[in-house]
């Protein structure tokens, strides 16, 4: 029945049209306005003589409109509540007692940011409600959801197909199937401070990511999201380890501030904007209206403030466009030492001398790669004080050759070999628009066809280079597809790679597999790819994890039905809900549609606990395997927790 003060809110709010959808008040907007102190809105409350009484203190200074006190009759109370969310208050589903659990109305600013969010990726994850834990009061929790993990369904994958194994080797390539949140905290034991390099490429927060990614979180929560996940991945890094992360423009500059605490700002090392799209087809369509978008950025940041080894990389070029300056020859005069006796010329005049036909341009170019120890520029050197005598004669001094006080800086350092044929270069910038993005789908070699969403392996591939070495350890915790993983398999690089979507085993694996088989997409030709190593795949131990996609994949309340009576039997539940009124014997419940039903269902699970805590291993309740505990015991390098 609608009260006395609801009916005085809704007469002030009638004015507001954009706090309503039909007949649903938009509470989080409305709220967000009253805390940004929005006069028109804060005006009209006071000016109802009801609402003024109710909500407010005269001061001898003025009046004080009790903005906490109103915000959380607006959030709390059931008579602001639509059918769905008065059957979630029925059941206990929602209270204000727990931490922010059931808020979506949460404001994330830096100072108020401590806090872990346990969201996924999965769609299993859209229905539910994103859970914050609160580092302090919500303690016991987080400790649970950090806990290492079983590890379960472990195969290992080589040249002779896949096979079971007891036993982790520190050299093995590792890929896990789970939430990257605890699939890091499962794995920080065993290797931080081991990782030369991370690249993620996580959701933007566009909400029409093309991968099934929960990618429509508000601001804050995917503030809160990513925000988590750096800090346990800075644990991951060596001294001199590297992470590259990449983002649309949409969240790039709060992620940036937000990577400026996390790593230090004196850890920041380059902000590289990459050209990921063509401008064509639906990029032109709205060029009336917005410029086209067609690049990233990478960010990239160092786990520590000094100076990092980088692996200068090099783009082919032509001789125009990179050594343009290069102008003068050494005319050697048949006195291949005796650099008093060589004479400097002009390069056009070397190639009149050589007979080289100037108009041909390919011709031309052979004779100056070819040369192109002998075709040079000057500079000034301000750190040294080259003699300007004797005039026109050629010195050696300091191992650099000087003419006229000025260094030679020959084209020979700008020639470099590309997949066997010398060419000249350019080093790399933080301007990359030369990768190449047209045939990415075709990447991965057979049956791994996918036209959106892939990064092209020659992105991974200049990263892997400039930062790592044979052997390095490479990590990517927003696997997808494998890019990361494949590419550094190709070029002897160690990795662990996760993901928690189900493509994982239709697309993932094939593809590492393929790449073992010896496929030919990608950069396989460049880095001389012929097949070959072996990675481990392994699955955090699900518990709740498996009522979830029963959930989901229910197509009718019967079935639903079917699903509640195996909750109650068996998953982990959320303690505050009273059971015996979910079920859709409950008017309430059957009112509500399939969806409204599901979601209630996923809040009722208990979401800290959708894996086994590997200090469980021994539990006989959950029979868990001799040979999963053999390689679990393997992998945590916990020997002597074999039951002794």
């Not at 659990?101 to 940011?113: G, I, Q, S, W």
């Not at 549609?593 to 959950?622: A, G, P, R």
Request: proline residues 3%.
């Amino acid at each position: 029945m609608e009260t006395k003060l609801q009916k005085e809110i809704n007469k002030v709010l009638k004015a507001f049209p954009e706090y309503w959808h039909e007949d649903t008040l938009l509470k989080n907007k409305l709220i967000e306005d009253i805390r940004s102190y929005d006069e028109r809105i804060i005006d009209s409350f006071l000016s109802n003589e009801f609402i003024k009484d109710t909500y407010s203190i005269q001061l001898p200074s003025g009046l004080i409109f009790k903005i906490e006190d109103f915000i959380s009759m607006l959030r709390f109370k059931n008579y602001w509540d639509n059918s769905y969310t008065k059957y979630t208050n029925e059941v206990g589903l929602t209270s204000e007692e727990k931490y922010l659990r059931y808020n979506t109305d949460v404001v994330l600013d830096f100072p108020h940011k401590d806090s872990v969010l346990e969201g996924g990726m999965a769609k299993e994850d859209i229905g539910k409600k994103e859970i914050y834990y609160h580092n302090l009061l919500a303690k016991e929790e987080i400790d649970v959801m950090e806990s290492p993990k079983i590890l379960t369904n472990i195969k290992k994958y080589d040249e002779e197909g896949n096979h079971d194994i007891t036993e982790f080797k520190s050299t093995d390539n590792l890929i896990l199937k789970g939430n990257n949140l605890i699939v890091l905290h499962t794995l920080k034991e065993r290797y931080s401070g081991k990782v030369k390099l991370i690249y993620i490429d996580p959701p933007y927060n566009t909400g029409d990511d093309e991968f099934k990614y929960n990618d429509a979180f508000n601001h804050s929560t995917w503030l809160t999201f990513m925000k988590n996940r750096l800090e346990v991945a800075h644990k991951f890094l060596r001294p001199d380890g590297v992470i590259a992360i990449q983002i649309s423009d949409k969240e790039y500059g709060y992620l940036k501030v937000m990577c400026d605490e996390i790593f230090g700002r004196s850890c920041f090392r380059s902000s590289i904007c990459v050209k990921m799209a063509h401008l064509s087809g639906p990029k032109m369509a709205h060029k009336e209206k917005k410029i086209p978008k067609v690049k990233e950025h990478i960010l990239i940041y160092s786990k520590e403030d000094k100076d990092i080894k980088i692996n200068p990389q090099y783009i082919p070029s032509s001789w125009d466009e990179s050594l343009d300056r290069y102008k003068n020859y050494i005319e050697k005069n048949g006195y291949e030492s005796d650099y008093s006796k060589w004479t400097s010329i002009s390069l056009t005049q070397a190639m009149k001398n050589k007979k080289i036909n100037i108009e041909d341009d390919l011709e031309t170019e052979k004779f100056k790669i070819d040369n192109a120890k002998l075709i040079f520029q000057t500079a000034i050197n301000r750190s040294k004080n080259y003699p300007k005598e004797p005039k026109n004669q050629f010195l050696f001094i300091d191992d650099k050759y000087v003419l006229n006080g000025r260094e030679l800086i020959f084209a020979e350092e700008k020639i470099k070999d590309f997949n066997g044929v010398r060419r000249p270069s350019n080093i790399i910038s933080d301007m990359w628009d030369d990768i190449g993005i047209n045939n990415v789908f075709k990447e991965g070699g057979k049956d791994i066809s996918l036209r959106f969403g892939k990064k092209p392996e020659m992105l991974i591939k200049r990263l892997i280079s400039l930062f790592t070495n044979e052997n390095d350890l490479v990590m990517d915790f927003f696997m997808g597809t494998s890019t990361t993983p494949a590419t550094a398999h190709k070029m002897k690089r160690q990795y662990i790679g996760v993901e928690q979507l189900d493509y994982i085993k239709t697309l993932s694996i094939p593809r590492l597999e393929n790449v073992i088989k010896g496929e030919q997409s990608g950069i396989s030709k460049e880095v001389k790819w012929r097949g070959g190593r072996s990675f481990v795949y392994a699955e955090l131990y699900g518990l709740n994890e498996e009522y979830l996609y029963n959930i989901q994949t229910s197509s009718n309340s019967e079935e639903l039905e079917q699903v509640i009576d195996r909750i109650k039997n068996s998953a982990y539940l959320n303690f505050k809900v009273d059971l015996d009124k979910v079920t859709t014997q409950n008017e309430n419940f059957k009112s509500l549609s399939l969806e409204e039903q599901k979601d209630v269902l996923i809040q009722v699970l208990d979401m800290n606990q959708l894996y086994l805590n590997y200090s469980e291993i021994e539990d006989n309740q959950y029979d868990i395997p001799d040979s999963v505990k053999a390689f679990n015991y393997s992998f945590y390098q916990k020997e002597g927790d074999k039951g002794e």
